[in-house]
């Protein structure tokens, strides 16, 4: 009788974790936890991370407005006509290395000076080039104070971008915590928790000693009647 009372004892076991499974299901719940948990992220994208990206695109333009501004400051404030008195000091040395080398008839003097020639004419170019993009930025009517405050403005405003920011990031967190859709959410995930321990309860109940005296005597009464 004990080895057929652990035989029918395996078989109740199983009945009873198969009943368990389907009596404390948490399916209905975790469909429902999941649609409200993407409900809740929907709407916190459409009411703090759209707005917050979109600052974050005037920031990125504003940014690249102060780049600018300063790049065309900084050519403003350029000293051209001091660096055009030291280009034109070293091509009169230049010049003179370059009459005593055909004077001498130094070949590779004259190819190493016309070489140094070549490169200064080419920071020449460079510097009337610079001194150019100064001409038309006066032409376009834009002067360094112009320039100054453009970026004062800037500036003002990429402070005014962070604070918007910070304030919807606390907004956002805030409501992720306190809104009444975590509320929703909080009783969804209490009542899945009471269902888990609900069915750990049953499934504890099995084992309890008046249930398996129970069982026991059910099993005897069962083997007697030769069932």
Request: overall charge neutral; glycine content about 4%.
């Amino acid at each position: 009788m004990p080895a057929a009372f652990r035989a029918y004892e395996r078989k109740l076991r199983a009945a009873h974790e198969q009943e368990a499974r389907k009596k404390f299901s948490t399916v209905r719940y975790e469909a429902r936890l999941l649609a409200a948990s993407k409900a809740m992220e929907e709407r916190a994208q459409r009411r703090f991370d759209m707005p917050a990206a979109k600052l974050q695109l005037e920031a990125v333009a504003l940014g690249k407005q102060i780049e600018s501004c300063r790049t065309q400051l900084a050519n403003f404030e350029r000293p051209f006509r001091d660096e055009y008195q030291v280009l034109e000091a070293e091509m009169a040395l230049l010049g003179e290395r370059r009459r005593n080398a055909y004077a001498e008839k130094d070949l590779a003097a004259i190819e190493e000076v016309n070489a140094e020639i070549a490169e200064l004419q080419k920071r020449t170019h460079g510097v009337r080039g610079d001194l150019a993009v100064q001409t038309d930025l006066r032409e376009q009517g834009l002067t360094p104070e112009k320039l100054r405050r453009t970026v004062q403005r800037c500036e003002g405003r990429l402070q005014a971008i962070q604070d918007e920011q910070d304030r919807l990031s606390r907004e956002r967190a805030n409501y992720m915590k306190h809104s009444s859709d975590r509320a929703e959410i909080d009783a969804i995930e209490s009542d899945m928790l009471a269902l888990e321990r609900r069915h750990i309860q049953f499934l504890r109940d099995f084992d309890s000693p008046m249930e398996r005296r129970r069982r026991e005597r059910e099993h005897e009464q069962a083997w007697l009647n030769g069932a």
